[in-house]
């Protein structure tokens, strides 16, 4: 499997389309600057196993599904980072 790099461009990049965190593993790689950058913007690194998909998790799907949902309405007038942990909250709090 080949590594994926992201460098400080590629976190403003996903920050600019509104992810606030980032699915690592061992076939990622972060620059220090990239890594100093993604903290920078509150993105929390996600540590995944790149064998399972994120269609596989119901719950990340609904929160996928939401989180987009209230983007669009808001027309990205929003902390991406803040309406990702409100909708993780809530939907915890519905288990």
């Known amino acids: ?3 994926i790099f992201y460098t ?3 976190i403003d990049d996903l920050y600019a389309r ?3 965190c980032l699915d690592v593993h061992d076939g990622v ?4 600057l990239a890594r100093e950058r993604m903290f920078k913007y509150g993105m929390t690194p996600n540590r995944v196993d790149p064998k399972k998909h994120v ?3 119901p719950q990340e ?8 949902a209230v983007l669009a309405r808001l027309n990205g ?3 991406a980072a803040v309406l990702d942990s409100v909708i993780r909250r809530v ?3 519905m288990k």
């Open 1 to 3: 499997m080949p590594k």
């Open 8 to 10: 400080e461009r590629d």
């Open 18 to 20: 509104g992810v606030t």
């Open 29 to 32: 790689v972060l620059t220090d």
């Open 55 to 57: 269609e596989d998790d």
């Open 61 to 68: 799907v609904l929160i996928h599904k939401i989180k987009a």
């Open 77 to 79: 007038q929003v902390d």
């Open 91 to 93: 939907v915890a709090s």
